[in-house]
């Protein structure tokens, strides 16, 4: 039988993973320069909500 690792990390901040592999991910439609199906997923919205406070401890999000 074949067996397949799978690594974990836990961040800290999203900051820590390039916006291009986060979207690559998140919102694969971007790679191909089109725009997102879900805006929210992209790491440039996430990054806005973690870089400005809105997301984290005692925020409820």
Known sequence: MDQTQIEIQVLSSLSQIAPQDWDACACP?????????????????????????????????
């Open 29 to 61: 439609e971007t790679t191909k320069g089109g725009p997102p199906d879900d805006p929210f997923t992209t790491h440039r919205f996430l990054s806005a909500l973690e870089d400005s406070g809105s997301v984290g401890p005692g925020t409820g999000w």
